[in-house]
């Protein structure tokens, strides 16, 4: 029996997986990230207590690095913290020194760990950003869950990509674009995104005509100095209810 088997059998015995399994799942389902950088240990640890421990784990394990063709990148969270910075600076609810980015997409969306179970995703090209609060209980399974579980699922669950699921960025038509982006100008390599000039949110087509690859740190930059993106939270349907949950617009990132 292998070891993803094994995997079934205890998800179906026991009804859920632990953080660790989690981990232990994404790395047989999906490889270990390319163009991976594993860091200096003691660096790794100055992060201890500002991410879940797992976190810490992964970096030391698998390290920094990509899944499906520069899809999703885990990353070192000192490179694009200038970034957020820059974006909340001065924000009444937010301290940058309490965010922490640990992962970026191929067209610059920042995951970005807030504590006390709570995520941020801040999407430049859509020019919002939205705040997510993970449960602490797995009702179903009658267990608490871990700031590490939630950590783990959430890049898990960022990771794929297919025809109705995990689309990066779409063209109007409702098209991925990160296949044509690759062919276009080339898989993206350690800190780069795909980056639109001009950029979207100031006017820019939503072509890959007008996509280049550039630095992930200076395009960011460049949108945060350009942008103010819309604040929502998202509500899940209370036990029970149908529907997907709720989006609230709450104001403007920032001062």
């Known amino acids: ?3 993803l088997d094994e995997l079934d059998a205890i998800l179906k015995q026991r009804k859920y997986f632990t953080a660790e399994e989690w981990y232990e799942l994404l790395v047989i389902r999906r490889g270990r990230p390319a163009h991976a950088v594993i860091p200096d240990a003691a660096y790794a640890e100055t992060w201890r207590g500002r991410v879940p421990d797992l976190l810490i784990r992964m970096w030391l394990e698998i390290g920094w690095g990509s899944w499906n063709s520069g899809k999703f990148w885990l990353c070192d969270p000192a490179l694009l913290h200038p970034v957020v910075e820059s974006a909340f600076m001065g924000d009444p609810d937010y301290d940058p020194d309490h965010m922490v980015v640990y992962a970026y997409d191929a067209f610059g969306t920042m995951y970005i760990w807030l504590g006390d179970y709570r995520l941020m995703r801040l999407y430049w090209t859509h020019d919002y950003a939205i705040e997510q609060v993970r ?5 179903s399974a009658g267990v608490p869950q871990s ?9 898990e669950g960022h990771i794929p990509t297919g025809k109705n699921f995990g689309k990066v960025h779409t063209d109007d038509s409702g098209n991925d674009m990160l296949p044509k982006a690759i062919a276009k100008l080339g898989e993206l390599q350690r800190n780069e995104i795909y980056g ?4 979207i949110a100031v006017g820019g087509e939503n072509t890959v005509k007008d996509l280049q690859r550039v630095p992930a740190l200076e395009h960011l930059m460049l949108l945060s100095s350009l942008q103010t993106p819309m604040l929502r939270r998202y509500t ?3 036990n029970g209810q149908p529907g997907f949950g709720e989006l609230t617009e709450i104001r403007r990132i920032g001062s």
């Open 135 to 139: 449960e602490r209980f797995n009702d």
């Open 147 to 155: 700031e590490s579980y939630a950590i783990v699922t959430d890049i």
């Open 196 to 199: 639109f000039f001009p950029p």
């Open 1 to 3: 029996m292998s070891r």
């Open 236 to 238: 899940p349907p209370a």
